[in-house]
T-cell receptor, first 112, second 115 residues
Framework: GENVEQHPSTLSVQEGDSAVIKCTYS??????FPWYKQELGKRPQLIID???NVGEKKDQRIAVTLNKTAKHFSLHITETQPEDSAVYFC???????????WGAGTKLIIKP | GAVVSQHPSWVICKSGTSVKIECRSL??????MFWYRQFPKQSLMLMAT?????????EQGVEKDKFLINHASLTLSTLTVTSAHPEDSSFYIC???????????FGSGTRLTVV
């Protein structure tokens, strides 16, 4: 079955700098890759997603890139702000079962 | 937008008792409901997938007789933790999907503490 690995587990960056979180997946049939932000005790919130027919997607300070050949995708956050501090999860799924397979999560710390 | 109401938000129960968690889709029909468990500082772990009117499909290692899932209607799915034990203490989250295509709506989660 699908397996998603996420790195790093913790990322500390200075406010205003960029943050990059990387994920790899194992099943080439996966075709949808969302990224979620989760604050402590809250539900995951979708921040950006990408489908397998697209290589890059951007929404203001957030972007996601996908390399289907290498089976990895990355989250890029520019001009980080204190409110970006949270745990970020990547996930992968396919339209045969729509089950999200989650990465282990990255705790992002924005230092003032 | 789509909303899933999950109740209760937190519950404390005694060991050996059962607890029911409800997830209700308020403005759409949830054809598929995913139930997750999340331990502190860990990722979401899929417990089971249920389709309206069908028996739930449980992930390996999840006891179907302990975690009873009912998805009898397109707007309501329930998870009952039977004979709860302290090791069942966790954050339980549901996620609803409407028909085909991408788009998952998460409930707000239930913090279960078994004492």
């Amino acid at each position: 079955g699908e397996n998603v690995e996420q790195h790093p587990s913790t990322l500390s960056v200075q406010e205003g700098d960029s943050a990059v979180i990387k994920c790899t997946y194992s099943d080439s049939a996966s075709n949808y890759f969302p990224w979620y932000k989760q604050e402590l005790g809250k539900r995951p919130q979708l921040i950006i997603d990408i489908r397998s027919n697209v290589g890059e997607k951007k929404d203001q300070r957030i972007a996601v890139t996908l390399n289907k050949t290498a089976k990895h995708f990355s989250l890029h956050i520019t001009e980080t702000q204190p409110e970006d501090s949270a745990v970020y999860f990547c996930a992968a799924t396919m339209d045969s079962n729509y089950q999200l397979i989650w990465g282990a999560g990255t705790k992002l710390i924005i230092k003032p | 937008g789509a909303v899933v109401s999950q109740h209760p938000s937190w519950v404390i129960c005694k060991s050996g008792t059962s607890v029911k968690i409800e997830c209700r889709s308020l403005d759409f029909q949830a054809t598929t409901m995913f139930w997750y468990r999340q331990f502190p500082k860990q990722s979401l772990m899929l417990m089971a997938t249920s389709n309206e009117g069908s028996k739930a499909t449980y992930e390996q290692g999840v006891e179907k007789d302990k975690f009873l899932i009912n998805h009898a209607s397109l707007t309501l799915s329930t998870l009952t933790v039977t004979s709860a034990h302290p090791e069942d203490s966790s954050f339980y989250i549901c996620s609803a999907k409407q028909g085909a295509g991408w788009g998952y709506t998460f409930g707000s989660g239930t913090r279960l503490t078994v004492v």
